[in-house]
Nanobody, 122 residues
């Protein structure tokens, strides 16, 4: 069983930056971030392979987001720069159950955190 706890959300002005963190307990492989805005489906943001050697980003955040991980701390990070009001959402950390998963599909992820709110004001 894996437990995920996100932190780092908050209110920021457009153009600002935030770093989200997700602390995991238990063994993790690929780690990913998703987000969900009110009235919208949960969407993929970024994913990172177990060794950090492979990353993937949604087009909407490419060039503005960086996903990284510190396996010694069992923590994954999402650095978001040049934030826009449309980045406003609850951000969730997710992990799959098996090591072979490296996916943008939320249905491939079994473990989820409780989410952290990011609000970007214009």
């Amino acid at each position: 069983q894996v437990q995920l706890v996100e932190s780092g959300g908050g209110l920021v002005q457009a153009g600002g930056s935030l770093r989200l963190a997700c602390a995991a307990s238990g063994q993790t492989f690929t780690m990913a971030w998703f987000r969900q805005a009110p009235g919208r489906e949960r969407e993929f943001v970024a994913a990172i392979a177990w060794n950090g050697g492979n990353t993937n980003y949604a087009d909407s955040v490419k060039g503005r987001a960086t996903i990284s991980r510190d396996n010694a701390k069992n923590t994954v990070y999402l650095q978001m720069n040049s934030l826009k009001p449309e980045d406003t959402a609850v951000y969730y950390c997710a992990a799959p159950q098996i090591w072979t998963v490296f996916s943008r599909n939320r249905n491939d992820y079994v473990y989820w955190g409780q989410g952290t709110q990011v609000t970007v004001s214009s």
